[in-house]
């Protein structure tokens, strides 16, 4: 049997799985007969939180069902979770134990102010960890209390604030290729990497200003969580002698409370695996439906073009649309938040996202809620805003405008391809990349960067009423921090996700409302047909990719998108 047909038959089976586990969910929840989770939850039973590795901020899929009702981990359902578990006289305790998670400041913060909130019933959060990487401490700062595996082979790393640019420019003036950088704002480094070997000096000054206020925010966090001094905090950042801290020396610094180990947890607080119940199973009792809602429309990923309207880490107008479109069709949703963590992408794409939201808004409130980052395209789609509250770890601005161009004229010679274009026009042909670049179009270019820039501007001004003397000292693709960006007026307060919610509702004028999540929830089915995975050829997804040089530089061309212009965030802060 050959192997193609051996992975067509293994598909389809996936797919009858599929299907059966949807079924199979389905009589399940007709069991659950109180309204909410389906597994069986006892008395004195502890909610288990304990992510790892990357928590989207919202799924976009259902909950799978081959054993039992379990979601996808999100930052949006885990706070209503804990949220609910408070009320919830079955749960006794919440167990933190984060283990490599990966969010942003503004996701750690969300579930933090979930945390807090579950502690106002009384209830206890405890935490334990073995190996404690600097997100999962952050989490646990939360706990009323922390325990750490006391084994020589355990320990804790707090690293502070950095940012990593790696630079092309010398790989590709080895391999013969030359990129050109056409951008619209002096701080606009995204291209730096590919033209340079070191930022140049204002990029590198902002970006470091922004890592320090980073910094200087993760310090205060520990200080004030652990009740300790800023000096304290700051000693064990920058005076420790190792890496990774063992639990004593943690215990020294006051970072932990106890250093024993798991069970020595679990037998304190009567907590047994049995009694304990795992975020992704727990469903919370349904809570009855308010008269008003407020949409919460979560747009995370970069922005791009073409990716139709389901992705879970794309943010594409076709996904606005549809979105807006099932807001206007609901008579109740009186407001709208949008939940932005983006760096950015396509500028045309933005625009595009900035039209829909603004004709949205002349019908109902719209405000902004800022995630990690909202800059850029991110910032861009947020002046569609009549009021954005920033999250403190928000990286925001970046407004300005970049295209990179890739000149492989270099490549060709070496590799051994020619190219010979015969036109009829003045730009017939401009744009191949296996020839120099004609002037006139490198020249035309930077025209169209500064007429894109300028629209950029424009839409910032209008948004918050920036006067045109002032704003080029506002953008020129700096970043910000969201205490600067208080200061600049490019916010309007710095808050929750909740505080957010608030104001619209506020601002709509209903008090007796629910929070509604978008974009409504696919299942995974669903997901195969939208992505149209269930049409496409098994030869097409396996199949060899083309060893002619001429198609693979095509193939590459394509893959790099050079004709679009982009409002994107240069670097990423850890």
Not at 34 to 63: A, K, R
Not at 169 to 195: C, N, R, T
Not at 307 to 319: D, E, P, Y
Not at 395 to 407: A, K, R
Request: aromatic share 8%; charged share 20%; with cysteine.
């Amino acid at each position: 049997m050959s192997t193609k047909r051996i992975i067509l038959i293994v598909f389809i089976v996936l797919v009858i799985l599929l299907a059966l586990s949807f079924w199979t969910g389905r009589q399940m929840s007709k069991l659950n007969l109180g309204g909410g989770t389906t597994s069986i939850i006892g008395s004195e039973s502890w909610l288990h939180l304990n992510p790892s590795s990357y928590i989207p901020e919202y799924s976009e899929i259902l909950p799978m069902n081959f054993f039992g009702n379990q979601e996808m981990n999100s930052m949006q359902g885990m706070v209503e979770k804990i949220r609910a578990a408070k009320d919830d006289k079955r749960i006794s305790g919440i167990l933190l134990e984060p283990s490599g998670v990966q969010v942003s400041y503004a996701t750690l913060n969300e579930l933090g102010l979930a945390l807090q909130d579950f502690k106002q019933s009384g209830k206890p959060v405890v935490a334990f960890g073995d190996m404690m990487l600097q997100g999962d401490y952050l989490l646990a700062s939360y706990a009323d209390e922390i325990y750490m595996e006391p084994s020589a082979s355990a320990g804790l790393m707090l690293a502070g604030a950095s940012a990593n640019i790696t630079f092309y420019k010398e790989l590709f003036d080895k391999i013969g290729v030359k990129m050109h950088v056409i951008q619209s704002g002096e701080f606009k480094g995204a291209g730096e990497p590919y033209s340079q070997t070191s930022l140049t000096e204002g990029t590198r000054a902002n970006i470091a200003e922004v890592i320090s206020d980073r910094f200087n925010l993760i310090v205060n966090s520990i200080a004030q969580r652990r009740k300790l001094t800023v000096d304290d905090v700051l000693a064990v950042f920058n005076n420790r002698e190792d890496f990774f801290m063992e639990a004593k020396q943690a215990l020294e610094l006051k970072l932990v409370d106890v250093a024993e180990s798991r069970n020595a947890l679990l037998d304190k607080y009567n907590i047994s695996e049995d009694n304990l119940v795992k975020m992704r199973s727990y469903n919370p009792r349904a809570i009855s439906k308010k008269s008003d809602a407020v949409a919460v429309m979560y747009l995370e990923g970069e922005i791009m073009g073409g990716t139709g309207s389901f992705n879970q880490s794309l943010i594409s107008h076709a996904k606005v649309k549809e979105i807006v479109e099932s807001i206007d069709e609901s008579s109740d949703v009186k407001a709208l938040v949008v939940r932005v963590n983006s760096p950015g992408g396509s500028a045309l794409e933005s625009e595009y996202i900035y039209q829909e939201l603004s004709r949205l808004a002349q019908r109902i409130p719209v405000v902004i809620s800022m995630g990690g980052t909202a800059a850029s395209g991110g910032y861009y789609i947020s002046c569609a805003g009549q009021h954005v509250v920033a999250d403190p770890g928000t990286l925001t601005g970046s407004i300005g405008v970049i295209m990179m161009l890739p000149e492989a004229t270099g490549l060709g010679k070496k590799i051994g391809l020619r190219s010979q274009t015969i036109k009829y026009g003045k730009f017939a042909g401009a744009l191949n990349p296996l020839e120099p670049y004609p002037p006139e179009l490198l020249e035309s270019l930077r025209r169209n960067a500064g007429g894109t820039y300028d629209e950029f501007k424009s839409r910032v001004m209008t948004a918050r009423g920036i006067s045109p003397d002032k704003i080029n000292s506002i953008a020129e693709g700096r970043i910000y921090s969201a205490e600067d960006a208080l200061a600049l007026d490019l916010v309007d307060e710095i808050g929750s996700l909740d505080v957010a919610i608030a104001k619209a509702a506020e601002l709509a004028g209903v008090s007796n409302y629910e929070a509604r999540n978008y974009p409504r929830k696919r299942s995974f089915l669903e997901l195969l047909k939208e992505t149209d995975l269930m049409n496409m050829r098994v030869a097409s997804l396996f199949g060899p990719l083309p060893r002619d040089p001429e198609e693979l530089a095509e193939l590459l061309w394509e893959r790099l998108n050079p004709n679009t212009w982009l409002y994107l965030m240069p670097v990423r802060v850890d």
